[in-house]
């Protein structure tokens, strides 16, 4: 979901910072993404491993899911709290 959203937030994102800023902002969200790219996959196989074997607490082959949904919750919260309120744009 995050790739069909991606071009709306970067340029929510763009337009928050001066035209000086604009390639630390987009070298900090690449970083990030790309850390993401290393620590999600054994992190949401590991979720789904330990939620459908002998040993699970409980039986939820959907967990990945819900453990991404949480953290997508957590982080608006945390953008909402750390952005200030958009500002008009006027042409």
């Known amino acids: 979901m995050m790739s069909i959203t991606w071009p709306a937030a970067q340029s929510i994102l763009s ?3 001066s035209p000086s800023e604009q390639g630390q902002l987009q070298g900090a969200i ?11 996959p054994g992190l949401f196989t590991y979720i789904f ?9 409980f039986h939820i082959p959907g967990a990945p899911f819900f453990a991404a949904a949480a953290m997508l919750l957590i982080s608006l919260i ?3 709290a750390a952005v200030k309120p ?3 744009h006027h042409p």
């Open 78 to 80: 945390i953008a909402r």
């Open 30 to 40: 690449n970083s990030l993404r790309g850390i993401a790219g290393l620590i999600g």
């Open 49 to 57: 491993s330990k939620s459908i074997g002998t040993d699970a607490l």
């Open 86 to 88: 958009l500002e008009p």
């Open 15 to 17: 337009h928050q910072t």
